[in-house]
């Protein structure tokens, strides 16, 4: 009971806004482009007769009116994306949650939970930090007005941005109160396909820890100041971004460390950088060794800014402690995937996602489909048709169940 | 025979083009604060009644006629100035040289060459690469149509830059022939300072060489992608430039290397970058090490790249072999600081100068005068009045000589 054509129908005509000349698409929260996105999708929801809200940081859901006033399983994930994104990460979440409800609604097949199909803002964290910004602040996780101020990559704040493009709703946080939580997401990593397993029943989130440093140093000439008179702003931030690099290494998988970001100033050729900021974004699942790489990260930064006479400050753009799914929705769709003869394997997410931000209210849960090469982030990203309707059957499952149908 | 006044007065006025609120200026070459600094200037020479001409690339020099056709002593230097600049990097020496013309024609001193003072088009290379353009232009060592081409930092190239700011003659390449050529400027560094010493007598320049490395690799999920699967062209710039600093560090001085620009693309906290782009400068006074530096930098990006799967491309954006000045008129000018009864001592200049471009082919020096605490490049850079004033009367003492008074 899914329509794989329409399904895949949708998620292309969603991957032209904003489409990348060389494939892929760039859709950065709350941009021009986002917000045609959002025209796009609210266009189905309402054109299956759904109720639409949008809230006050600009997540908007659409349910079908069941016959109680119980609360909605809701499917949901995010239509932003990163500079360098593909067609399927979070786009995915939402546009089989739209497809199992229309597929519903086609099979006539009531629910005693109405079924919702929601999507977030700013879950990227690619223009504003932190990321799962708009589920943060809907699970009542985030403060609105700290994130209203949030000042992103090109200095508008998410305030000023959700008035350009219009996209704040009148809902308040809150408004949206799920009996249940469920996301279909692409894996973005190499595990699934490598083992040749179709379905990824997901325990959890690792913990994520984003840090912004700043150095200053002091400008001066690059052929008249000897070595040990200069106070190198960016021979800091690279030496930092070689400690991310070793820190991961040292403490192997499934530590990851990343600089996605550096900038100098003046950076000219011949001056030497008198401001460095770069970011360094770190990850592992658990929350005592996330918290290790943090502090050898800060300690190993404060003992380089200071031998080269430089000043760092640090500021934390991102802090999320690992999450566990519900346990017993995790059974479930490991249960439901027996039921469809689909391998699987139960794995923790390497990315960030906003069923981690439902996890403390309701029961929430999610499922991976295979990511070819592991590549997301990236305008290659493809997931294989056979492998978005398995995910989507499996979500329709689930959720259905749950809705008690 | 030199206003210290006036000349004190004229590198404060021409320090208010382009300044920055916190001091200092900002002058990029062929930009419109470079174009009024430009008119500001030329009025200065066209008041003293001085033939002004401008050349092909911008380059302009004003020449008090002589009683027959002898070339002109040339004294001159650069008005543009980097990002970061101050008030006294080749302003001192252009309008030094005004100066020291203004006097003599003050006191009626008659001389057998021309006087003419000149100011260069790009000579720091910080927007356009290389640096000392227009005076390699002029001399005949850079090549012009390869010059107008040069795209600077802003994508604009020298020859849409200098139409925009109407900063083209019509002198060709060539039209500037001096008898001697003369450069007044500060240290820049901290050798004159540190030592007690007035005056620097510089017998020629280190060699320079600036790298562009364009760094290739793939962008990938930040929380997904496990470390040993990607390839990060970011990881990759930052080992440049960590192996620039070591290069530095084990050769020993003169050997300095610098990593004045770097950038990441698509440049966000959560994307493994999949290109990076980095400038090293490394200088050496001896042809032989720099080569040697080069060599071993090279080597190392290329296998850092290899190392990490991403490809490496490398652009020469200058590169000068070190020059040796005229000994007969470096004695010249120790000659006449002893008569004027400065101290002074021999030295290479770790910065490129305009004089390094006419050294193969008139008899060139150069005269260096302090900077405080040898900072340049910043907006903190300063020489005292007397300084100043020992600069421009040692100029005005062997220019005079040289002009056969
Ligand atoms: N799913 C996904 O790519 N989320 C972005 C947040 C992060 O993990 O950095
Ligand atoms: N004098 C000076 O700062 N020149 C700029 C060229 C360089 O040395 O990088």
Redesign the interface.
Known sequence: MIDLDRLIARIEQLGQVGALPGGGCKRLALTPEDAAGRALVTGWFRDLGLDVTTDVIGNTWAIRPGPGDLPPVVMGSHIDT???GGLYDGTLGVLAGLEVIESAIEAGVETDHPLAVAFFTNE???RF?P?MMGSGVAAGALPLDAMLASRG?DDATVDEALTAIGARGDAPVGALSPAAYLELHI????VLESEGVQIGVVTGV?G?S?T?FTVKG??????????L?RR?A??V???I??EA?AI??DFG?PQ?????????S?????????RATL?V?L?NTDETRLAGAEARLFAFAEAAARDEGCTLTRRS?ARFEPVAFDAKLVDDIATAADRLGYSHRRMP????HDAQMFAPFCPSAMIFVPSRD??????EEYTAPEDLERGARLLADVALARAGC
Chains 1, 2 share one sequence.
Not at 187 to 190: A, L
Not at 257 to 262: C, L, N, Q, Y
């Open positions: 990163v500079a360098t990227e964290g690619a930090a990321d990559i894996e973005q990593g190499p690792q994520i984003w912004e002091r400008s001066a000439h690059a052929g008249t100041t000897p070595m008179m190198d960016g021979h931030a690279a030496a971004a070689m690099r991961a290494t998988p990851v460390a990343t600089v996605g970001r550096m900038s100098l003046p950076d000219l050729v011949n001056v030497v950088p008198e970011t974004d990850r753009l997410s390497g990315a960030g592991g590549i997301s982030h990236n305008i």
